[in-house]
Nanobody
């Protein structure tokens, strides 16, 4: 049984940092895609970053590029999202997701069959 569990969310002031983690279990992908999405209140869910499991290649949405870093630890079956220079606009519920496919852009969240329950990030001035 597949499970994705996010952690690391919280409240932080603008300019601060957080590190989100996604612990995975039951995934047997040697390739495919891990991604972080977020959904702010009243807004649609949007892709933030992805990492290709086999190659380690990464993609970032322009709104977070140069501030966020996605990484994976295959030995620990975790995917992390380091978020620096946080802005009010980064306030959202953050979800990690897994797909056995090598995703293409723009990301289609329906292509990700596995999702975590989310972790809340609140950035305030």
């Amino acid at each position: 049984q597949v499970a994705l569990v996010e952690s690391g969310g919280g409240s932080v002031q603008t300019g601060g940092s957080l590190r989100l983690s996604c612990a995975t279990s039951g995934l047997t992908y040697k390739s495919g895609t891990m991604a972080w999405f977020r959904q702010a209140p009243g807004k649609e869910r949007e892709a933030v970053a992805l990492i290709f499991i086999y190659s380690g290649g990464r993609w970032y949405d322009s709104s977070v590029e140069d501030r966020f870093t996605i990484s994976q630890d295959k030995g620990k079956n975790t995917v992390s999202l380091k978020m620096n220079s946080l802005k009010n606009a980064d306030t959202a519920m953050y979800y990690c997701a897994a797909s056995g496919q090598v995703s293409t852009l723009p990301l289609d969240d329906s292509a990700f069959p596995y999702w975590g329950q989310g972790t809340k990030v609140t950035v305030s001035s």
